[in-house]
């Protein structure tokens, strides 16, 4: 009886989404702005970090939604013969952990990659530091943005355009690290700031520091790289052996068995 209910309700649900009469993407459309305070602080930096520029987390944001909202009405239909308080409740649980499954995923490939894609800021400024030896920093940022990493061009146009336009604080590099929150991306914006402050005579000096900084970051993050994949290479050696062992003990005692 449930699984008639569930599948006549499908069925009405299609026919008035194909009728328009119910239109789930225009009704999250109208409400978006409500529907983003559930949106999540670095969800836009894991979608990039994951599919890169040329994938809009705003669409995506949507779709999470609207599976979100189809999963409850669902839900809603298979309880319908007998509905009850919890079973509402359980209804709209299951539409939010369905919401929240992607963000999941995202999560777990983040810090699948995690040295991968923290290396990928200090590696821009390493290249960076080579025009702010010719250019000043504002300058210097305009020019990289074509041959910077993907996932950050956005940030780095929004930050340039910014400062070009008359912001001389240190908000566009505070905004850039919170919209990209790698490792240590607030420290490396503020040496970025303030190499952008100093005067034309301790530039080469400044600049020292910021090489040396950026150096110790990469060198860091490759010595935990390093750590890890150590750490796998042990595993997977004490788990081959412990098979063999395993294996071998078997084989010793059928053959004794046998002897027997």
Known sequence: MYFEILFLG???LGILSYSKIVNVNKFITDNIKYF??????DYDFLVRAKYGEGVDPDVLFAKRIRNGIIIVLVAFFFFLTNLSYVK???CFALGFAMFKME???LKKYYKANLHKIDSLLPHYLKGL???IQHYTVPVAIGKSVSTAPPIFRDGLITMI???NAGD?????????AQTYPVRDSMRMMRLLYRLSLGRQERKQEQLLTFSKTISNLQQKARDTRYKERLEKMESKTMSMLVATGLGLMVFLIIAVLMMM
């Open 10 to 12: 499908l069925i009405f």
């Open 36 to 41: 983003e305070k559930l949106k999540e602080e």
């Open 88 to 90: 509402i409740i359980a």
């Open 103 to 105: 963000f999941s995923n």
């Open 129 to 131: 530091e080579i025009l």
């Open 161 to 163: 355009n910014e400062i």
């Open 168 to 176: 001389s604080s240190i908000n566009p590099y505070m905004e850039f």
